[in-house]
């Protein structure tokens, strides 16, 4: 009778002195949190990051540093914050995107929203009512109250599911500034990674030049892609849509001809799909508003709709989807022939659908190319 004494008294104990696995996070008693009721310029975010793997716990450390809305620097070191040497580095741009340590790898990609920001607070009320966003407890990260969301999906993840019956998602703890203080993510039930805010600093002073302008390491035949300035009123030929009203507020600030990171220009089975657009650029302080048209190299078609695409009405466009992404709301649209367009950016997603009915159809002309 003496053993299950013993065995309950050391479970007993190790329930007590086991580490909290959300130490640095404290949860707080229920209360408000005006998420996201300002929108700084720029932040720096240091995060103790926290991998549980089959070989236990390994902790790094990650430094985030965004100028919005296009400029984005993550640097993952080595160790516990403030970090060790770099394991690597990433930067995005208006259209490049870097990566590796020293040497490092250069794509001229689309103009988007800094790789690294997350505008979840766009779109959470339509996140909320579609199911794939709920409402949690309230806690204080790095002296800085935040509101737990619980989101349809995990790091990587390009759009956000369903809750209904998932076995993974991520909490995410979203302070005033809508800045992630903490992202945890779950797998059946299980802690599997977290990212805590140790550090957070808004509007820091940051060099003027650009975080990553090089011409890309490959060329557009190896995956490396093309971004080529036009000017604002030259189209090319066939059929162009254009805003009849600009968002008020918003700055045209660009028009390019692009060629995405792609390959398979040689491959008869990948060659129909190949893709290339004209992108419109519309900046308001930290926001972003992107319109993308083009088509299919031999009349592919251009995307498959997503399991997580809300179905929308977008007017002369036809039907479409709207896509909740960690960088913001996405409608896009197939209009036949290979050809496409997509409106995204850091809006609401009743703007962004505002924005694709406002476009209206115009006849094409020819590109003049800026920088020859």
Same mark, same amino acid.
């Given at each position: 009778?003496v ?11 190790y #329930?007590l002195?086991r580490?909290?696995p959300?130490a640095g996070?404290?949860?707080l008693?229920?209360g408000?949190?005006?998420? &996201?009721?300002?929108?700084p ?11 549980h793997?089959?070989?236990g ?5 990650e430094?985030v540093?965004v100028?919005?809305? =296009?400029e984005?620097?993550t640097? &993952? ?5 403030p970090?060790?040497?770099p394991i690597?580095?990433q930067e995005?741009?208006?259209?490049? =995107?870097?990566?590796? /340590?020293?040497?490092?790898?250069v794509?001229?990609?689309?103009p988007? /929203? &800094?790789?690294?920001?997350r505008?979840?607070?766009?779109f959470?009320?339509r996140?909320l ?6 409402? +949690? ?5 790095a ?5 737990? #969301?619980?989101?349809?999906a ?9 809750l ?22 779950f797998?059946?039930?299980r802690?599997?990674? +977290?990212k ?7 509007s ?6 650009p ?6 390491t ?9 971004v ?13 849509w254009?805003?009849?009203e600009?968002p008020s507020?918003?700055?045209?600030i660009?028009? =390019? &001809? ?6 398979g220009f040689?491959?008869p089975?990948? +060659? ?11 900046t ?6 992107l319109?993308d ?6 009349g592919?078609?251009?995307?498959d709709?997503d399991?997580?695409?809300?179905r929308?009405d977008?007017g ?6 709207l896509?909740?992404t960690?960088?913001g709301a996405?409608?896009?649209f %197939?209009?036949?022939?290979?050809d =496409?367009v997509?409106?995204?950016?850091? %809006?609401?997603p009743?703007e962004?659908?505002g ?14 190319? %800026?920088?020859?």
């Amino acid at each position: 009778m003496v053993v299950p004494v013993l065995v309950a008294a050391g479970v007993g104990a190790y #329930v007590l002195t086991r580490p909290d696995p959300r130490a640095g996070s404290e949860r707080l008693p229920d209360g408000s949190v005006a998420v &996201a009721s300002r929108t700084p310029d720029a932040y720096e975010i240091v995060y103790r990051v926290e991998d549980h793997g089959p070989d236990g716990l390994i902790v790094s450390t990650e430094r985030v540093t965004v100028r919005r809305p =296009f400029e984005s620097r993550t640097e &993952a070191l080595e160790g516990e914050p403030p970090g060790g040497e770099p394991i690597g580095v990433q930067e995005s741009a208006l259209s490049r =995107f870097a990566t590796g /340590v020293g040497e490092r790898a250069v794509f001229a990609i689309p103009p988007s /929203v &800094a790789a690294a920001d997350r505008r979840i607070d766009r779109f959470l009320g339509r996140a909320l009512d579609e199911g794939v966003a709920e409402e +949690r407890e309230r806690r204080r990260v790095a002296g800085r109250d935040c509101r737990i #969301v619980r989101v349809g999906a995990t790091p990587g993840a390009r759009t956000l599911g369903t809750l209904d019956g998932a076995n993974a998602w991520t909490e995410v703890c979203l302070d005033e500034a809508g800045l992630v203080l903490e992202e945890v993510v779950f797998e059946d039930g299980r802690m599997r990674s +977290r990212k805590l805010a140790v550090e957070v600093g808004e509007s820091p002073d940051l060099p003027p030049a650009p975080f990553v302008d090089e011409d890309p390491t490959l060329g557009v035949r190896e995956g490396g892609g093309l971004v080529r300035p036009v000017a604002a009123d030259s189209r090319p030929p066939g059929t162009f849509w254009e805003l009849g009203e600009v968002p008020s507020g918003f700055e045209h600030i660009g028009r =390019f &001809a692009v060629v995405p990171p792609q390959t398979g220009f040689d491959d008869p089975m990948a +060659r129909p799909r190949i893709t290339a657009s004209v992108v419109d650029v519309w900046t308001r302080g930290a926001d972003v508003l992107l319109i993308d048209q083009g088509g299919t190299l031999e009349g592919g078609q251009a995307f498959d709709d997503d399991p997580n695409g809300i179905r929308v009405d977008g007017g002369q466009l036809g039907d479409g989807e709207l896509l909740l992404t960690p960088q913001g709301a996405e409608s896009r649209f %197939l209009l036949g022939g290979g050809d =496409f367009v997509r409106v995204y950016g850091t %809006l609401s997603p009743e703007e962004i659908i505002g924005a694709a009915l406002a476009l209206e159809e115009r006849e094409g002309g020819e590109r003049e190319y %800026l920088d020859e």
